[in-house]
């Protein structure tokens, strides 16, 4: 059985950070891409950060110099730090797992993260 166990989320003034994590079992993290999404309420969910099992990682433009992605294989874990938050990046925040070859894709229950003073 596939899990994607997000956490780290919370309440935080803007411009401060938080650091989100996800920990995955049930499959062989170093072949899965990683991706981080994001849907605030009455929104569509939108691609934040993503890290290819090679390592590459890609941005929205929203989050670029701001945000950073990174993984853990030994850990099976995936981070994404996130600085100078913003009102705007308030959302759940989403840890999905993609294999390139076979399109499997696992997705995380979500932890919500409100910027806030």
């Known amino acids: 059985q596939v899990q994607l166990v997000e956490a780290g989320g919370g309440l935080v003034q803007p411009g401060g950070s938080l650091t989100l994590s996800c920990t995955a079992s049930?499959?062989?993290?170093?072949?899965?891409?990683m991706d981080w999404y994001r849907q605030a309420p009455g929104k569509q969910r939108d691609l934040v950060a993503d890290i290819t099992s090679g390592g590459s990682t890609n941005y929205a433009d929203s989050v670029k110099g701001r945000f950073t992605i990174s993984r853990d294989n030994a850990k099976k874990t995936v981070y994404l730090q996130m600085n100078s938050l913003k009102p705007e990046d308030t959302a759940v925040y989403y840890c999905n797992a993609y294999h390139r070859i076979t399109r499997q894709s696992y997705w995380g229950q979500g932890t919500q993260v409100t910027v806030s003073s």
């Open positions: 049930g499959i062989i993290f170093g072949m899965y891409g």
